[in-house]
């Protein structure tokens, strides 16, 4: 029997909270609230995965900073074509594709860094689940 109590959902099967004690509430999914909305790598750090959190906090970062470096060179270069008229040579466009590489590679660095904070998640209920179930067994 599930009732849910304003975003607690609580449940028949008993849970292991971050105290190591026993509840009847679900692990919290703000982890993944932190990896989707405040920034990537966030949900990693406050799950104590440091190494991971690391990685994608450096490695969307860096992907970020890449394509904002790109396109800021790219509307530079159109706005010096409409505003060099002492300058009768225009060069081509500038090239948009290493800019678009950096964009898709931070958003798949996004997506994979969402991912990565669900199925840490859900691995965090399957084993408080569990240690649970062996615990129930040893006190019989």
Known sequence: MNTER????RSDKPYRNSENKITHERPAKYPIFLSA???????????????????????FTIMF????????????????????????????????????????TAMIIYIINIIDTHAAYRRQIANSKRK?????LINL
């Open 132 to 136: 649970t179930d062996i615990e129930s």
């Open 37 to 59: 909305v405040v920034y990537p790598g966030a949900g990693q750090i406050f799950q104590k995965r440091w190494l991971a959190g690391i990685f994608f906090i450096a490695t």
């Open 65 to 104: 900073i890449a394509f904002l470096f790109l396109m800021g060179s790219i509307i530079i270069d159109f706005y010096s074509l409409g505003l060099n008229f002492d300058n009768a040579q225009v060069n081509a466009s500038p090239p948009i594709k290493p800019a678009l590489f950096a964009f898709g």
């Open 6 to 9: 304003g975003s607690l959902k």
